[in-house]
């Protein structure tokens, strides 16, 4: 068992990927806080919500949860403070003074976009708050090589950047799983051909590129299948895209083809895997999503959005097959390709295996982040340009002042 450490989190208690990362430091045998934005959850971890940190429209709201972030960490006196999400968040644990600080990048909080702000000074004021805030940090993760680089570029050298993608449990995500009730649940016959969905139905999800696909798939394999899953709503924004799509579908006339799939639970969400025959993603903008890991451990055909940051880990014609992100005729013929090709689909499992074993094991990432944790309370990570960090944090400070 490893010397126990007090480890304090500022992230949202309500996220999967969060919730696994913190519960594998519990299981450790650690002490761990969560300072979140989101009323949660997690076991084993003292979660402390942060009233109106949601609020990130103006100075006020901000430099009240900065004021709360700073008594809070005093009064735990951690070992180190971990950040998830540079957007805001980091912004606070930025600015809370404490170090040794790790921010962790997952791809959103690095893809500003305009239309979420009401002019361009602002969208440029947190792109300055970002930068700031990241040369802040004691140690950079990101979870694919093009954030390393874009986080280089921001950091200009200030901090070290490590790969740490958030993989999977090869024990849950397996191609032998028994189907049989799943099936018969989402009135699936035998012989159809599968194709899972396994993005969340928002805007950047693109999942109504993937619906405008299905009447030439339809032509080509009349029996296929289509999962879209986690269509609900929690939002107005999702709550429109979800009923655009539910349109979309019905003018189409591929109604027939759709399982329209709630949230699913961690839980299950290994049956559906093994369910399907072929698993698209075509986000317009992404990270190292957990979804290519776990579809590679249950030993699925993938095709994806051509994204640079899916470059290590999908080659096309190799681990999985990549189209362009709006291209809906280019993806049906995907989708075709690997029911026509099965020895090709076979091919890219296998190889993907490498990458899995790579990159996509949840246990041996988080071993290598508890190593990066302990060199870092011992100085085996040096902590560079304590000067220019200090003048950073000035600036940032007054920024928000």
Request: aromatic content about 10%; overall charge negative; proline content about 7%.
């Given at each position: 068992m490893p010397h126990t450490l007090t480890l304090c989190y500022i992230a949202d208690a309500t996220n999967i990927h969060v919730r696994r990362w913190l519960g594998y430091f519990v299981n450790r045998g650690h002490r761990v806080y969560c300072l979140s934005d989101r009323p949660g959850q997690i076991d084993g971890?003292?979660?402390?919500?942060?009233?109106?940190?949601?609020?990130?429209?103006?100075?006020?709201?901000?430099?009240?949860?900065?004021?709360?972030?700073?008594?809070?960490?005093?009064?735990?006196?951690?070992?180190?403070?971990?950040?998830?999400?540079?957007?805001?968040?980091?912004?606070?644990?930025?600015?809370?003074?404490?170090h040794p600080l790790i921010?962790?990048?997952?791809?959103?909080?690095?893809?500003l976009s305009r239309q979420n702000y009401k002019s361009g000074l602002q969208l440029k004021f947190a792109h300055l708050l970002n930068s700031l805030s990241l040369k802040q940090a004691d140690l950079v993760t990101t979870v694919s090589d093009n954030l390393c680089k874009a986080a280089s570029r921001m950091g200009m050298g200030l901090v070290p950047i490590e790969l740490i993608p958030i993989g999977v449990d090869p024990h849950l995500f397996r191609p032998d799983l028994e189907t049989t009730e799943l099936r018969e649940k989402l009135q699936i016959p035998d012989d159809s051909f599968v194709v899972l969905s396994p993005r969340r139905m928002a805007p950047r999800y693109n999942q109504n590129t993937i619906i405008e696909s299905i009447p030439k798939v339809l032509e080509e394999i009349p029996r296929a299948v289509f999962i879209l899953k986690d269509a609900f709503s929690d939002n107005p924004e999702r709550l429109a895209y979800v009923e655009a799509l539910?349109?979309?579908?019905?003018?189409?006339?591929?109604?027939?083809?759709?399982?329209?799939?709630?949230?699913?639970?961690?839980?299950?969400?290994?049956?559906?895997?093994a369910l399907s025959d072929v698993v698209v993603s075509v986000p317009t903008v992404d990270g190292m999503p957990v979804t290519i890991f776990e579809a590679m451990a249950a030993q699925k055909p993938l095709i994806v959005g051509d994204l640079a940051s899916y470059n290590e880990v999908i080659i096309h014609g190799q681990t999985g097959l990549r189209v362009p992100v709006h291209n809906s005729q280019v993806l049906a013929g995907a989708i075709v390709k690997m029911h026509h090709n099965p020895a090709l689909a076979k091919r890219m499992v296998e190889e993907s295996q490498v990458i899995l074993h790579q990159y996509g094991i949840f246990d041996e990432q988080m071993m290598r982040m508890e190593r990066y944790y302990n060199g870092l309370l011992s100085q085996d990570i040096p902590r560079r340009h304590p000067v220019r960090k200090a003048l950073n944090r000035f600036l940032l400070k007054a920024l928000v002042s």
């Open positions: 971890v003292t979660v402390i919500e942060l009233p109106g940190s949601q609020d990130v429209g103006c100075s006020r709201p901000l430099n009240a949860c900065i004021r709360q972030v700073r008594e809070i960490i005093q009064e735990i006196q951690p070992d180190l403070v971990h950040v998830f999400f540079l957007y805001h968040l980091g912004w606070l644990a930025a600015l809370s003074g404490f921010i962790t990048l997952l791809g959103p909080d690095l893809m539910r349109e979309q579908a019905e003018a189409l006339g591929v109604q027939h083809a759709i399982r329209w799939v709630g949230e699913v639970p961690m839980a299950e969400l290994p049956y559906y895997y």
